[in-house]
């Protein structure tokens, strides 16, 4: 494989770090979104599925 070629097609990893720093803030909201997502529907389902024990 020549470089010329690898030069031509660039990552998808290169592509989304140029577009992360080419959209600042947007991209970090919406990163900060989704993480707050993930973990909001973590703790609903770890709280939905929690075991009865009798006390």
Do not use: Y
Request: net charge positive.
């Amino acid at each position: 494989m020549n470089e010329t070629e690898n030069d031509n097609a660039p990552s998808f990893v290169k592509q989304a770090m140029r577009n992360m720093v080419r959209k600042g803030s947007k991209s970090l909201l919406h990163f900060g979104l989704t993480g707050v997502g993930f973990l909001a529907f973590i703790v609903l389902v770890a709280w939905l599925g929690r075991p009865n024990l009798p006390q």
